[in-house]
């Protein structure tokens, strides 16, 4: 990336690349407080002219077309690209067979095709050669974070988005945490439905984006209307439990950033809110998850092979301070899928978890979910409408 206000020409005519070193740029719309849905996707443009997106940390990249070729790490983004009528241009994504099957877990409940993106399965990161052999033409990447991987530098960075294509991503408003000291100045936070909105402003989608974001926006409300008051709310453990019990982590329930845009907005009581967590989790053990004794406990990755839920249930019956717990003995332990969500995967994890906190208000939660479908409740039970999420990602509203 450059430090100066010019555009930066590659190899591709469709697609330019700016980035401004001016502090606050690319900021409008990241307070990262409030999830709910806004219109952050720029205005969409006639087919021949060409657009510009601004995303913080990277700045302005403007685009002649929507991408095609869309490499990824995290599938948040392949999340969006899928909502927005575009999964087929992701080429490559971080452990893509166990985020496949958490999103074809979900997608189970719409009238949608199963993704298959075993095939797309590259590393946590990104090498430089593969980078050139994918030779996309969008790098769904923070450049920030990239920043942080083993074998980069800024100018290796500067050489991608100059040789193939631009950077375009925002990685810290996962929790809100700090970014390398070099990006602090130009860095801004973003919800989970403003990037978004953003990654639609650059597949030219705004009418797909503020279709979900409706439907978005109304589960919200529909969430806030039936909290009960703040005393009779649940305390709630957020784990992660390894299936034979040898290791415990602590995740921040209520944090700001998108990892808890299906968590937060059930405004339950975070039970190790007074545990310090640095970074992304702290490891605990049984006796601290039994001091602090809450009501539920939220399992992450239940719906994914590397935890066997039903395994990791009974184990907890068999361990000696583990069936002391009272979420488990008044069976509240509950699966839970992935923090790396995108849209459609927050749609369900809202209702999801609104279910396994509140059921008396919102329907009950099986206690035991196997991960290969999602569960089917009656119409009258169903937080949001299927159909016309379907109706939406297939292009047909």
Not at 186 to 207: C, D, H, P, S
Not at 246 to 267: C, E, I, K, Q
Not at 363 to 376: F, L, R
Request: proline share 6%.
């Amino acid at each position: 990336m450059s430090d100066n206000d010019t555009t930066i020409p590659t190899r591709r005519d469709a697609i330019k690349y700016s980035a401004t070193a001016a502090a606050g740029i690319g900021l409008a719309g990241c307070s990262g407080e409030s999830d709910v849905s806004g219109t952050t996707a720029e205005t969409d443009t006639p087919e021949e002219e060409s657009y510009t997106v601004s995303m913080a940390p990277v700045g302005d990249v403007t685009f002649g077309s929507p991408p095609e070729d869309a490499f990824t790490v995290f599938p948040w983004y392949a999340d969006m690209a899928l909502a927005l009528g575009h999964g087929g241009t992701i080429n490559s994504m971080w452990w893509g067979k166990g985020f496949g099957s958490i999103m074809n877990c979900f997608l189970s409940a719409l009238d949608r095709e199963p993704v298959d993106w075993a095939d797309l399965s590259g590393s946590y990161g990104a090498s430089k050669e593969r980078l050139y052999e994918l030779d996309s033409d969008v790098h769904l990447v923070d450049p920030a974070w990239l920043s942080t991987r083993d074998g980069w530098d800024r100018d290796d960075i500067d050489d991608i988005a100059t040789d193939i294509a631009p950077l375009f991503g925002n990685q810290y408003s996962n929790l809100h945490l700090s970014p390398p000291d070099e990006w602090t100045d130009r860095y801004g936070y973003y919800t989970l439905w403003e990037l978004f909105g953003k990654v639609a402003a650059m597949y030219r989608e705004r009418r797909r984006y503020d279709a979900l974001g409706e439907i978005h926006a109304d589960l919200l409300a529909t969430i806030d209307e039936g909290l009960p008051p703040e005393k009779g709310r649940p305390t709630v453990g957020y784990v992660q439990l390894a299936t034979d019990l040898s290791s415990a982590f602590v995740l921040r329930l209520n944090a700001p950033g998108y990892y808890n845009s299906h968590t937060r907005p059930l405004g339950a009581v975070d039970a190790f809110a007074d545990v310090e967590v640095s970074g992304e989790f702290a490891e605990v053990d049984f006796e601290a998850l039994l001091d602090a004794d809450p009501d539920v406990l939220l399992t992450l990755w239940g719906m994914t092979s590397n935890v066997d839920f039903g395994q990791l249930r009974q184990n907890l019956d068999d361990h000696s301070v583990g069936q002391e717990l009272s979420a488990v003995q008044n069976d509240r332990v509950y699966t839970q899928g992935t923090r790396f969500q995108g849209p459609l995967m927050n749609l369900f994890q809202l209702e999801m978890t609104a279910k396994q906190l509140y059921p008396d208000v919102f329907g009950e939660w099986p206690g035991y979910v196997d991960g290969n479908s999602y569960p089917e409740f009656p119409e009258n039970k169903q937080l949001f409408d299927r159909q016309r999420v379907t109706n939406i990602v297939n292009g047909d509203f």
